[in-house]
């Protein structure tokens, strides 16, 4: 069985409103999912087209979900209603949080093909995630570290069976751990794209039209700092400065600019996350 915790972003929530929330929200597939309420704090989930049920139950200061280890189904639509009502799912059994994009789904409780599989075994790589109806993965390398699969050229070992794999057009590094991945997805600072070239910096997001780094005269920054917290495998906003360090994890550009006066001169002021840890910064 898989079990997962549904913690609540801030103190306070109360776990039987939500609850009901997502009894609610499972009635409305009506035919389809029969809910049945096992006492005040706990309700049982089955299905009409298979003998899968599931189990979600208020413990102290969490909810606790229960699944079959083949259960697609139930975390997806738990995860569906989880981050509206103010919750992160955590995988007790891999020990991280789910990302909230819903297309983004968990290897634990979708299994993977075959033929995929042993493409990433080669390469002593452990999938993680892959998004929905796509061959876009995300794997663990030997070094722990969080990896984007080259979608296309997976594709094309598929076809060839994976014969003269050349393992440097396979995968990129994205992430130092999954902890920090997780933090990084969750602001939209991963991309599905594999980079066209190794070397890219694939650590700026650039909604903007601006040289980041070759800023008009009448331009200045306004940089807020993001610190990972990895309790939460989430980032927490500290201070703002106007300045760029050397070293960071991500950087995001905004894509919007507002004005300021300054002796008389108009000033462009454009906005940056920035996103750092304690280490692995690169």
């Given at each position: 069985?898989?079990t997962y915790h549904l913690i609540p972003d801030r103190s306070g929530q109360d776990l039987a409103v ?64 989880a981050s509206n009502s103010g919750f992160r799912i955590f995988n007790t059994k891999h020990n991280y ?116 780094f070759n800023l008009p005269k009448d331009t200045k920054l306004n940089v807020i700092n993001f610190k ?55």
């Amino acid at each position: 069985m898989h079990t997962y915790h549904l913690i609540p972003d801030r103190s306070g929530q109360d776990l039987a409103v939500t609850l009901k929330k997502i009894s609610d929200y499972l009635n409305t597939f009506v035919g389809d999912i029969k809910i049945e309420s096992k006492n005040e704090s706990e309700i049982e989930i089955a299905y009409s087209n298979t003998s899968f049920s599931a189990t979600v139950k208020i413990d102290d200061n969490k909810i606790v979900l229960t699944t079959h280890e083949d259960d697609s189904i139930t975390i997806n639509l738990i995860k569906n209603i989880a981050s509206n009502s103010g919750f992160r799912i955590f995988n007790t059994k891999h020990n991280y949080f789910l990302p909230n994009d819903p297309k983004l789904m968990d290897i634990s409780s979708i299994g993977i093909d075959k033929k995929i599989y042993e493409i990433f075994k080669k390469e002593n790589l452990t999938p993680l995630f892959q998004y929905r109806d796509s061959y876009i993965y995300f794997c663990l390398n030997k070094k722990k570290e969080v990896v984007l699969i080259n979608r296309h050229y997976l594709e094309h070992l598929l076809f060839t069976n994976h014969e003269s794999l050349i393992t440097k057009e396979l995968f990129v590094k994205i992430a130092p751990d999954i902890s920090v991945f997780i933090a990084l997805f969750d602001r939209g600072l991963i991309s599905l794209v594999f980079p066209k070239y190794q070397n890219s910096d694939t650590k700026v997001t650039n909604l903007s039209g601006f040289d980041i780094f070759n800023l008009p005269k009448d331009t200045k920054l306004n940089v807020i700092n993001f610190k990972f917290n990895n309790d939460n495998q989430a980032f927490d906003q500290q201070d703002t400065t106007d300045i760029i360090p050397k070293k960071y994890l991500a950087l995001k550009i905004g894509q919007d600019y507002t004005y300021s006066s300054e002796n008389g001169k108009l000033i462009k002021i454009l906005k940056c996350s920035l996103f750092t840890v304690d280490s692995s910064l690169s």
